[in-house]
């Protein structure tokens, strides 16, 4: 038989049953929907948090501490890195303390993700403009002025409509006026960079840090290209000042906008597999409803396989007949799944935008093939194996 | 037994066939030692009471069962010794089965299901077409080749059937109760086909428990616990449907 007639065959038999074959094939749709849209995903979420870092600057470098409770990153050891001898090529630093905490204004409570507390030098090493209103100075910061710089989302959140520039807030029993909002920044993967507000460190330890150690110190080269001498000029200036807990080990960890970008690729590669992986597992189940479905539809039509074999159907005719048929089932579904994908990539997820790999269609299309031939193989095999005498007997 | 026809070698050999099913305590002897030759040409009824082994004797004739013993020769060859591969072409070019039951592919036209052997073949569409074509007229259904199984009448269901187990033009057409299922207008009428088919030179073999139509053969067998009991020769067929026994091609729609 040719290949239009095997087709011909096929169509008929999945046309045969309609409900039945469409919701066999929703299985494999949502299978390779999901593995390409997941995929998407995360590989969206890699891209944005890429996008971030290199916005922030390459210039930068963030300084972290290595332990845990006593011994942290100091106030005093922030201010000794501005040191135009030791450290000449060090433009800015700025010590931060951040915190989750609750900004109430007008009875309207809001949970703040990112209340930091900084030095006025902030604004330009963390490449944050301010867009309406102004940044506070370091006289305000000196002072310990209760001033705050919002972001977008906490600005829309409290201040509907108003203009939340000279207004009052509270936050941790204590009020501070808003002075700016930040301008708009793109957001990286679930976290909403504009979620966030900035006030000056005294205030923001005073009110709710307390005075213990530091949280990161972001320090900005002089040039990108400086970058390097720059982190040796930090291990200098911090080696005297915060000693090593345990011999060979340090207090403290210099990351750059190179090394955060790796690593936070790296966790987004980590991300998209997982994601990947539990779609994979919805597909395998979609595979599994097609060797379900193909195995009644073998049985129902034992008595039709019997009369196809007593005309002189041959056992690799049947074979092929059901085959080709779950094939159809697996390809219709997974075109379907990819159209679907498709659609679905035009919408933000979860705060997202989906970038497709185009190998990830590729690769769900191929295996829902794999999935018709591997999973309509047993069945199929099941049928051609039938003695014409015992397929006609069946009722 | 010795053939009685005078038309040709035999395109069946039988020896010595029995088949058995099942195993100690629940063991059933359906055929006890067969041996039977058809000629070419010849029209054989075969009788028995159920369980007579006369449905096992026919799915064996028809390659769709295999004997526990004995030989089997459909045009001289010996049947037990075909693969898997070449008892699918046995079925297809050298006989046509027809059921009680029709057997009838469901959803499928008449016209698709008298053209699916020859798809089997690998005969070309157009030529497929056109030969299932001429195998409706000849029972009489060319009109109905686009109704579905489901918009026929059980004889026309029948009609159908038969032209599904000639269009391959077989060497033999093996009927198991062709008639069983239907009343006695669509009876006749499936007779009288299968009396123009004999008369155009097919070979057929049919089951029957219902005496007028087994008197309308040349040749009537009779089975009893899986033996031949009798094998007589009928010279003057007796039956209704004479008229049109030599007659070439019926008339389309005579006999709707």
Same mark, same amino acid.
């Given at each position: ?58 210039? *930068?470098?963030?300084?972290?501490? $290595?332990?845990?409770? /006593?011994?942290?990153? &100091?106030? @005093? %050891?922030?201010? =000794?890195?501005? +040191? ?33 507390? *900084?030095?006025?030098?902030?604004? $330009?090493?963390?490449? /944050?403009?301010?867009? &309406?209103? @102004? %940044?506070?100075? =370091?006289?305000? +910061? ?43 920044? /793109? ?5 909403? %960079? ?56 340090? %207090? ?144 | ?256």
């Amino acid at each position: 038989m040719g290949l239009t007639e095997t087709l011909r065959f096929a169509l008929r038999g999945v046309t045969a049953n309609k409900l039945r074959s469409a919701l066999t094939m929703l299985g494999i749709l949502i299978g390779v929907a999901a593995v390409i849209l997941l995929v998407a995903v995360g590989n969206g979420s890699a891209k944005a948090i890429s996008d971030r870092i290199e916005a922030l600057g390459t210039n *930068t470098l963030t300084v972290t501490s $290595t332990s845990r409770g /006593s011994g942290g990153l &100091t106030l @005093a %050891a922030a201010d =000794a890195l501005t +040191d135009p001898v030791l450290a000449p090529d060090i433009v800015s630093v700025s010590p931060i303390a951040s915190t989750a905490t609750t900004i109430t204004y007008a009875g309207t409570d809001y949970d703040i993700n990112q209340f930091v507390g *900084t030095q006025a030098s902030w604004f $330009t090493a963390a490449n /944050s403009p301010v867009r &309406t209103g @102004a %940044a506070f100075t =370091a006289e305000d +910061d000196r002072q310990g002025r209760r001033v705050v710089v919002i972001g977008q989302t906490v600005a829309e959140e409290l201040f509907a409509g108003e203009d939340p520039v000279g207004k009052q807030v509270t936050v941790g029993g204590a009020l501070f006026t808003v002075t700016g909002v930040l301008a708009e920044k /793109s957001s990286t993967g679930f976290q909403d %960079a504009n979620d966030t507000a900035v006030a000056p460190l005294n205030a923001v330890r005073e009110v709710l840090t307390g005075y213990g150690p530091l949280g990161s110190i972001l320090v900005a080269a002089a040039d990108p290209s400086r970058v390097d001498a720059v982190e040796s000029q930090i291990s200098t200036v911090l080696d005297q000042r915060l000693p090593a807990a345990t011999p060979g080990t340090a %207090a403290y960890r210099i990351q750059n906008a190179a090394q955060l970008l790796e690593t936070q690729t790296q966790t987004a590669a980590t991300f998209t597999t997982l994601l990947g992986a539990v779609a994979a597992i919805s597909l395998l189940v979609g595979g599994i409803g097609i060797t379900n479905i193909m195995l009644v539809t073998v049985t129902e039509r034992t008595r039709e396989i019997g009369i196809r074999k007593a005309l002189g159907a041959r056992r690799r005719t049947v074979l092929t007949q059901f085959l080709t048929e779950a094939t159809l089932l697996s390809v219709i579904g997974g075109a379907l799944g990819v159209a679907a994908a498709l659609i679905g990539a035009r919408f933000s997820i979860v705060g997202v935008q989906p970038v497709i790999v185009p190998s990830s269609i590729a690769l769900a299309l191929g295996v829902s093939v794999a999935i018709g031939l591997f999973f309509g193989g047993l069945p199929a095999a099941r049928a051609a194996r039938l003695r014409p005498i015992d397929a006609l007997r069946y009722e | 037994m010795t053939a009685l026809g005078t038309h040709g070698r035999p395109v069946l050999d039988v020896r010595a066939l029995t088949k058995v099913y099942g195993e100690g305590e629940a063991v059933v002897r359906a055929l006890r030692g067969i041996t039977l030759t058809v000629d070419t040409g010849d029209y054989v009824a075969i009788m028995g009471s159920s369980g007579s082994g006369k449905s096992t004797l026919m799915n064996i004739l028809g390659c769709l069962d295999s004997p526990s013993d004995g030989h089997y020769l459909l045009d001289g060859v010996d049947v037990s010794r075909l693969s898997d591969r070449q008892l699918a072409l046995v079925r297809n070019r050298l006989i046509g089965f027809v059921f009680q039951a029709f057997n009838l592919i469901p959803r499928t036209t008449a016209l698709a299901n008298v053209e699916l052997p020859l798809a089997y073949a690998g005969v070309r569409p157009a030529q497929r077409r056109r030969r299932a074509m001429a195998a409706l007229e000849l029972v009489g259904l060319a009109d109905r080749a686009d109704h579905q199984p489901n918009q026929l009448s059980g004889g026309q269901q029948q009609r159908v059937a038969v032209a599904r187990a000639l269009v391959t033009e077989p060497a033999l057409v093996l009927a198991d109760e062709p008639t069983g299922n239907l009343d006695s207008r669509s009876t006749d009428d499936i007779l009288t086909v299968f009396d123009q088919l004999n008369a155009a030179g097919r070979t057929i073999i049919l089951i029957t428990h219902e005496p007028e139509v087994g008197a309308r053969a040349r040749r009537l067998i009779r089975l009893f616990d899986g033996q031949v009991r009798s094998d007589t020769r009928q010279d003057t067929p007796a039956g209704p449907g004479l008229p049109g026994r030599h007659s070439a091609v019926p008339r389309s729609g005579g006999w709707a």
